[in-house]
């Protein structure tokens, strides 16, 4: 029997923690596999090389020392040891979730979906935007996909996921009746281009 104080009380529910589970060996191999030592080095090395580069050209070349030249190569060598650290970062924490060999249950919706293509390569990225329960709906997370995954969701609606927590690498879906398990899909063939 409830007191009429504890009715007046609206209920609010707790935020579910993330369920964890550990990651099965084939996950494991799956996460491994995205692995890459040489790409952040290739990344870092190609920076050092323009600054090697274009250093002693600013220096001794009188016309590439206004402003414009400096600004230019600046920010390309910026944008470079960007996409290095952004590389790095990446590769860490996939080592870090493979240490810690665990991945999260979450609920949440999946609120957008997109494709990006630029017109040379193929096949184009797929991505998923879900807005974890408890997180910011506002700042949904987001997923890289297959197209097969990408084109069987639907957005607005409820689904359950499995993801390595720092890589964010998507490892399970669940949206009704349909099952996206990552490590059954990842050598799906890509239909060629229209």
Not at 41 to 56: D, E, H, K, M, Q
Not at 57 to 69: D, H, K, S, V
Not at 133 to 152: H, I, K, M, Q
Request: proline share 9%; glycine share 4%.
């Amino acid at each position: 029997m409830t007191s009429q104080t504890d009715a007046a009380v609206p209920a609010t529910e707790p935020v579910p923690a993330a369920d964890s589970a550990p990651l099965t060996e084939r996950e494991r191999q799956f996460l491994r596999a995205k692995q890459s030592r040489e790409a952040p080095r290739v990344l870092w090395s190609s920076t050092v090389l323009a600054v090697v580069c274009f250093a002693p050209a600013l220096y001794f070349e009188p016309e590439a020392r206004g402003f414009w030249p400096i600004a230019g190569v600046s920010l390309a060598i910026g944008f470079m040891a960007l996409l290095a650290w952004s590389e790095s970062l990446d590769q860490a924490n996939l080592r870090d979730d493979l240490a810690a060999g665990v991945k999260f249950w979450r609920e949440g919706v999946l609120t957008g979906v997109m494709q990006r293509d630029d017109g040379e390569s193929w096949p184009p990225i797929y991505c998923l935007y879900i807005a974890i329960d408890g997180d910011d709906p506002e700042l949904p997370t987001r997923f890289s996909v297959p197209w097969n995954c990408y084109e069987a969701v639907r957005t607005d609606l409820r689904v359950r996921i499995a993801y390595a927590p720092k890589a964010l690498r998507l490892l399970n879906l669940t949206q009704g009746d349909y099952e996206y398990v990552a490590v059954d899909r990842q050598f799906d063939v890509h239909p060629p281009p229209p």
